[in-house]
């Protein structure tokens, strides 16, 4: 079964520091997200991308964030500049057209840790 | 605005015995509600879904979830639980931009 393939599974970076998490989607997926998860928090909608540019965005998603589909197979999520209230569990989806739960797919998650 | 709310942080249940895990809605227009599993170190992974038709969905791994339009919930239940069903349990909703939002999640604990 295809998936969504996020690395790395943990990253630890210093406050401050710029990061990005990287995501594979599904090959023939069109659209694309960004989720959160602050430990013990319920999962937010960070992003969605399609057609090579941002869709929609939600407030948590401030000039800090950006995102990218470098080379037709990527999908990232940059921070430029760390805080500590970054630190989550980052979750990236990709999407096609219909499918059981609307062709949607989470990868496993990038634990993002500041310091 | 679209959201979703699960009351209980935690349910417990012994193995065998049925499971319920809840959730209410709020949506403005036809709700399209979803449950995903989250198991340790993987990603959310989905059960099952609430589009339109019959009020009880039947999904993935024996779980079923009814639609109450009246009660505007859609809990999550299996008849028998299993050690295995053990994982965190996200409810959502869509809106129609194709966005999710989730609950909190409830942490499924079966106990042999």
């Known amino acids: 079964e295809p998936e969504v393939t996020q690395t790395p599974s943990h990253q630890v970076t210093q406050m401050g520091q710029e990061v990005i998490l990287r995501c594979v989607p599904i090959?023939?997926?069109?659209?694309f997200y960004w989720y959160r998860q602050i430990l013990g928090q319920k999962v937010e909608f960070l992003v969605s991308?399609?057609?090579?540019?941002?869709?929609?965005k939600s407030e948590i998603f401030d000039d800090q964030f950006s995102v990218e589909r470098p080379d037709g197979s990527n999908f990232t999520l940059k921070i430029r500049s760390t805080k500590l209230e970054d630190s989550a569990m980052y979750f990236c989806?990709?999407?096609?057209?219909?499918?059981?739960?609307?062709?949607?797919?989470f990868g496993s998650g990038t634990r993002l840790t500041v310091v | 605005a679209q959201s979703v709310a699960q009351p209980e942080d935690q349910v417990n249940v012994a193995e065998g015995n049925p499971l319920t895990v809840k959730c209410t809605y709020s949506?403005?227009?036809?709700?399209?509600l979803f449950w995903y599993v989250q198991y340790p170190n993987r990603g959310l992974q989905f059960l099952l879904k609430y589009i339109t038709g019959d009020n009880l969905v039947k999904g993935s791994y024996g779980f079923e979830a009814e639609f109450n339009k009246s009660q505007t919930s859609f809990h999550l239940k299996k008849p028998t639980a299993l050690v295995s069903d053990s994982a965190l349990y996200f409810c959502a909703v869509r809106d129609a931009g194709n966005q999710f939002y989730f609950g909190t999640g409830t942490s499924l604990t079966v106990i042999p």
């Open positions: 949506v403005s227009g036809n709700p399209y």
């Open positions: 991308f399609y057609n090579n540019e941002i869709s929609e």
């Open positions: 090959s023939n997926h069109l659209y």
């Open positions: 989806a990709s999407r096609g057209r219909g499918g059981g739960n609307y062709g949607y797919t």
